[in-house]
């Protein structure tokens, strides 16, 4: 069977031999050495990526009304599809709370191995999840968090507040390599209710507070084009000056970039959230005041399906020392420009 590089890419912790024998961790159970004394030492991979246990795997998530939220299925489903051995079992997306409990509870009445569900709302589905686990299914929580680990074996997440850190972190550094010594920051933020847009723009605030700086005009969207458009025109109207603007997230970048075009505004830099291809397109040709955008990768769907197959095959991780899958793993926010842009192409979704 052949794999798309981009695939082989996302599963770099779980591949035989995917990251080497020369990733070593080791581990003494005292701080004295000696022959007799056991030592814990990754194997380098194992035989994690050869054909095993056939493993069926329910998946749940929202409905793919937002590109990111569509590129979570389209992850989850490409990589079931290279592994041999995974049965992949996905529930119809959908954004109300009963169906998808539903749902979820089909997939546990037929006993699949392992599921996977991202939660359109996680408290509401935080029973849901404990009553898989209570069958004896084990549950990879990803991204929206269920409000008690006793309802997820595995959860496997983003950081929103390195995302804020790592934005205010770009800008600050832009800024003084430019000599800008009192600059004016805005910030385009999603949903102020949801606790992903206040981590990520305390975050943000943060880190900007560490450089001398501080957030100016901030508006919030709801991660479309049409309310990035809106709330972006508005911000630009009440700042006839600009040194660099965070936007939360690419999808409703789009908006944003309209509103900055159609005002005909450029003497600022602006970094984008979640690593659309659009975003990382405009980045590499460098013909918009988009200059970075901070990744928020629905790349965990592949890794959480990868997890999933060592879970119903009762592996671990090869390239860890420890027996078991962690019971919580968060991926890296790293910021895209100009110069790395290339090697993360292959994770921009649409």
């Known amino acids: 069977m052949s794999i798309d590089?981009?695939?082989a890419r996302r599963r770099f912790l779980f591949g035989a031999g995917a990251l080497g024998a020369s990733a070593v961790l080791v581990g003494?159970?005292?701080?004295?050495?000696?022959?007799?004394?056991p030592q814990q030492v990754a194997q380098g991979g194992g035989d994690n990526a050869a054909k095993g246990k056939q493993v069926t795997i329910g998946f749940s998530a929202p409905a793919a009304d937002h590109g990111w939220i569509a590129a979570i299925t389209k992850n989850a489903q490409a990589q079931a599809e290279a592994f041999e051995d995974v049965t992949f079992k996905a529930t119809e997306g959908t954004n109300d709370v009963n169906q998808q409990i539903s749902q979820v509870e089909t997939l546990i009445n037929e006993k699949v191995d392992v599921l996977v569900i991202l939660p359109h709302d996680g408290k509401a589905l935080t029973a849901t999840g404990q009553a898989a686990m209570d069958a004896g299914i084990p549950v990879i929580n990803l991204d929206r968090i269920?409000?008690?680990?006793?309802?997820?074996?595995?959860?496997i997440g983003g950081d929103n507040y390195r995302m804020g850190v790592n934005a205010g972190n770009y800008i600050a550094e832009q800024m003084k390599a430019k000599g800008v010594s009192n600059p004016v920051i805005g910030e385009v933020a999603g949903i102020d209710s949801l606790p992903l847009t206040q981590e990520r723009s305390k975050g943000f605030k943060d880190a900007?507070?560490?450089?001398?700086?501080?957030?100016?005009?901030?508006?919030?969207?709801?991660?479309t084009v049409e309310t990035g458009e809106q709330v972006t025109t508005n911000l630009l109207q009440g700042a006839s000056k600009l040194d660099a603007l965070w936007n939360h997230d690419d999808d409703q970048g789009v908006g944003v970039l309209a509103a900055i075009t159609a005002a005909n505004r450029s003497e600022f830099i602006m970094v984008g959230g979640a690593g659309s291809k659009a975003a990382m397109d405009h980045?590499?040709?460098?013909?918009?005041?988009?200059?970075?955008t901070v990744l928020y990768n629905p790349s965990m769907a592949s890794s959480a399906v990868s997890l999933a197959r060592l879970l119903g095959q009762a592996k671990g991780m090869g390239d860890l020392a420890e027996h078991e899958i962690p019971s919580s793993i968060t991926t890296y926010s790293a910021v895209v420009t100009k110069e790395n842009v290339d090697d993360y192409l292959d994770v921009g979704f649409s």
């Open 283 to 292: 980045i590499k040709a460098d013909n918009t005041v988009l200059k970075a």
């Open 208 to 223: 900007l507070a560490k450089a001398g700086l501080q957030v100016g005009p901030r508006v919030s969207a709801s991660f």
């Open 28 to 37: 003494c159970t005292s701080n004295e050495s000696g022959a007799d004394q």
């Open 146 to 155: 269920f409000d008690t680990p006793l309802a997820y074996r595995t959860w």
């Open 5 to 7: 590089p981009s695939l």
